[in-house]
């Protein structure tokens, strides 16, 4: 009778552990970053214009391909701006700016993203910005931002 007992506690500890190895290898954050790049072929931006660079899919957590809490979904969109604007800026500062080099063609609100200056002497400035899981399902790096969709109308 010991013995047995003894098998079926083995059995249960055994179980445990083989759950909880199996839990910690499929519990997951979600992460997930798409980024226009060279196969791509994202323009730049026409003067007046954003368009979408980065898309990113961050935090959450996801079970056996199940979410049991949904990730935060942010979008990169760059677009010309000012000569000058770039040098004033840096990666984090919120948008939009005080700096009157730094206009945008669209009225948008978060954080500079990616910087750079064109050969024409215009900086390129990314934006990044938090967007609704059902408007990042339908954006594809290299679109026109904001896009004609009721999913992605911000406030």
């Known amino acids: 009778m010991r013995a047995r007992a003894t098998k079926i506690a083995a059995g249960v500890v055994a179980s445990i552990v083989l759950i909880a190895v199996l839990a910690a290898l499929e519990l997951r954050p979600i992460r997930s970053e798409i980024v226009a790049d060279d196969s791509q072929a994202v323009e730049l931006p026409e003067p007046g214009s ?7 899919e ?26 000058g604007c770039a040098e004033l800026l840096n990666g984090g500062d919120p948008w939009p700016t005080r700096h009157p ?10 954080y500079v993203g990616g910087l750079g200056i064109t050969q024409s002497g215009d900086s390129l400035v990314g934006v990044q910005f938090e967007v609704p899981r059902a408007c990042f399902e339908q954006l594809v790096t290299g679109m026109a931002w904001p896009p ?7 406030p």
């Not at 954003?50 to 990113?56: D, E, F, Y």
């Not at 049991?68 to 000569?83: C, N, R, S, W, Y």
């Not at 080099?101 to 978060?110: L, S, Y």
């Open 50 to 56: 954003a368009i979408v660079t980065v898309l990113r």
């Open 58 to 83: 961050s935090g959450g957590l996801s079970l056996l391909g199940l979410r049991i809490k949904d990730a935060t979904h942010h979008v990169e969109v760059q677009f010309l701006a000012g000569p």
């Open 101 to 110: 080099e730094c206009t945008a063609p669209i009225d948008i609100v978060g």
């Open 148 to 154: 004609d969709l009721p999913e992605c109308a911000l």
